[in-house]
């Protein structure tokens, strides 16, 4: 009978990156601290902020350094499905937007959006609507870094945004970024 020793696991910390203060949001055991670069780690966002009202959204990050803790960095984040299940309803529009942008830091994010509009909008209200969408985004990404984009997701602020500049064209009922992902 062959006996296999298993190497001693230890706890390490990790932590969210700056924008979340370095908040520990996870504790994961491994024998070798190189086993944990690359992994990916996803928060509620209301474990990260008082906000009651943001319980739908979650956050990924990636480890990317081990030291004594985790040091992590954002990739991305999503919402609950039932959160765009609830959005969509019977007798009303939906327009899907998928955009490719790149920040002032030089980072690639691919934003996905839905837009909710009235049940008689003409499709051609809904190209204009969905061609305002990426130019916003676009014009935000130029004078932004992956940091502010961050904030204006959780705030809302990136939301609301979109939500103005398309109600210049025709009438919204809700903007909603339900989903981030940074390209590498």
Known sequence: MVFIMAKKKKWYEVEAPKPFENKVIAEIPASDP??????TIEV????LIPDTNKFYMKLYFKITEVDTRCRTEFIGHDYFRE???RIIQK?????????DI???DGKKIRIKSITIVGGKTPSSIMKKIRAD???TLKEIANKATLNDILNMLISDELERTIKDNCNKIYPTNKVEVYRSEVLL
């Open 83 to 85: 959160r765009i299940y």
């Open 34 to 39: 190189k086993h944990l670069i690359g992994r």
């Open 133 to 135: 969408i990426s130019n």
């Open 91 to 99: 007798g009303i529009k939906k327009i899907s937007s998928i955009e």
């Open 44 to 47: 509620n966002l209301i474990d």
């Open 102 to 104: 790149t920040t002032k």
